[in-house]
T-cell receptor, first 110, second 114 residues
């Protein structure tokens, strides 16, 4: 079955603390994974994609095929990182359909 | 460029009423998608259109219909609204054929069915 699991509904950390948002997937093919973010009163937007192996706003995510994970990490959280984060898995080949996890709300306390 | 636009922003319906949610994109994207977002359930795909002239069901299509009017526009219709369709609806578009292609989202429509 194709599935994305984000086990934490809410992650609360203090400013300057490390952050790790967990994402596990189930997919029989070669996975293509994304992190999308939704800041308060803004539209959903792409944060990063595993294929680019990039760091955006200090966030990184490494695809671990052995553990079927794509956790999002940042060494030092900032208050402006507070948002809803969704992990997404591309399925359906050329249709580019996405399966989203249930999301994790990151709250960074001052 | 406006990106992906959606109308209306808010809507309240009574059970049994019908309505159409409009979505348009000005990025010359091939593919368009409709999602619903519910608390604790993330985003779920309702319908999608991989290219102009084609539409297909997603994960939760029951109670909805779609029309890909042209390359720019993709509408979602509720024929007989039910309280279970209370949700936030997002439209998205994507330029197909790009490796690691990004879906661009609209601002959403918040729908309440009484």
């Amino acid at each position: 079955a194709q599935r994305v699991t984000q086990p934490e509904k809410l992650l609360s950390v203090f400013k300057g603390a490390p952050v790790e948002l967990k994402c596990n997937y189930s997919y029989s093919g070669s996975p293509e994974l994304f992190w999308y973010v939704q800041y308060s009163r803004q539209r959903l937007q792409l944060l990063l994609r595993h294929i680019s192996r990039e760091s955006i706003k200090g966030f990184t995510a490494d695809l671990n095929k052995g553990e079927t994970s794509f956790h999002l990490k940042k060494p030092f959280a900032q208050e402006e990182d507070s948002a809803m984060y969704y992990c997404a898995l591309k399925v359906g080949g050329a249709t580019n359909k996405l399966i989203f996890g249930t999301g994790t709300l990151l709250a960074v306390q001052p | 460029n406006a990106g992906v636009t959606q109308t209306p922003k808010f809507q309240v319906l009574k059970t049994g009423q019908s309505m159409t949610l409009q979505c348009a994109q000005d990025m010359n994207h091939n593919s368009m998608y409709w999602y619903r977002q519910d608390p604790g359930m993330g985003l779920r795909l309702i319908y999608y259109s991989a290219s102009e002239g084609t539409t297909d069901k997603g994960e939760v299509p029951n109670g909805y219909n779609v029309s890909r009017l042209n390359k720019r526009e993709f509408s979602l219709r509720l024929e007989s609204a039910a309280p279970s369709q209370t949700s936030v609806y997002f439209c998205a578009s994507l330029l197909a054929g790009v490796l690691g292609g990004e879906q661009f989202f609209g601002p959403g429509t918040r729908l309440t069915v009484l």
